[in-house]
């Protein structure tokens, strides 16, 4: 049975305030919606078509107009037959609009073919990496490799899933009012940034956003992403496995430090940074490595204090002294 999914995400300035409104105006196309924070969401439209008397790519389009006139907020939407491809077909995009993948397996193929394995959301940096020395630079030559080949260089459950990947299958359901598999912060700088100095201290604000949210919710993250967007519109998408599932802001920041670092951008024209959370855990039931660190157990009874602060007088009541202005997040 076909399945259409639709990925919206706001953007411009207060896009992270705005997302309530997203919800909203998805809720009364659909009640098959599913929040992605801190601006975006998906939602299942399929059982909405025949009442509206449109297709899945005009339905996002009334979706658009209906932001703009009630909320006064553009937004980018990915339409395609699952969650993986609507939101590849909307991270593609840097402007306002729709962009759709249809339910065709050629279109797919053509879609995902010269894109890095590092653009399907689940391949972190070091499986791209260890793809690309064996020559898979791309998803359409993953997707053409043999079964056995990837199981040798993967290991089976994870060359089954990259390949699932690769020929753009996803049979995760929308579930509404499910906890969110990943959370998102995003720095705007005000003019091209050129100091690497400031581009840290973006990211350490990014990561201690994260990680109050995180723990807010009680969640910890698996694998951190670090998207840096150039003044040429052109992006760069870095992935980490973390150590172990965490929502501490020093770990969170350190792994950001060094996806960044990694780059060695030196004195390229960097517009935006963002960090984005994934393969959130319940954090009850993950396990953390015990530090005999006086250091590190102080640091984490002030965060605790820090975070208390936070709820009773609001986000900016503490932090790190190195924070920039509020990220537009949630």
Known sequence: MSRHILYARLIGEGAAAGHPALLRLLHDITPVVGAVPPDAAFADVGGALRYFGCDAARLAGLLRVRALALRGTDCVIGVAPNPLL?????????????????????????????????????????TARTLASYGLDTVGRVAAAPPATLQRILGAAR???????????????????????????????????????????ALLTLADDLGHRLRGAGQAARTLTLTVRYADRSTTVRSRTL???????P?????????????????????????????????AHTTRQLSLDPADERRRRAEAAADRARRRFGRR????????KRPDAA
């Open 243 to 249: 150590a172990e599932p965490t929502a501490h802001t």
């Open 159 to 201: 060359a089954r899933r990259v390949r699932a990947l690769a020929h753009g299958t996803d049979p995760t359901p929308v579930v509404p009012s499910a906890p969110p598999r990943t959370a998102s912060a995003e720095h705007r700088f005000g003019h091209d940034e050129l100091d690497a100095g400031q581009r840290r201290r």
């Open 317 to 324: 009541a503490a932090g790190p002294a190195a924070n920039l």
């Open 86 to 126: 609507a939101r590849m077909a909307a991270d593609g995009r840097d402007t306002p609009g729709v962009s759709e993948v249809p339910d065709d397996p050629e279109a797919v193929a053509g879609f995902l073919a010269a894109l890095p394995p590092a653009a399907l959301h689940g391949v972190g940096e070091a």
């Open 251 to 283: 770990a969170l920041a350190g792994a950001a430090y060094a996806l960044h670092d990694a780059l060695g951008l030196q004195r390229a024209r960097v517009r935006a940074v963002a960090l984005r959370a994934e393969d959130l855990a319940d954090a």
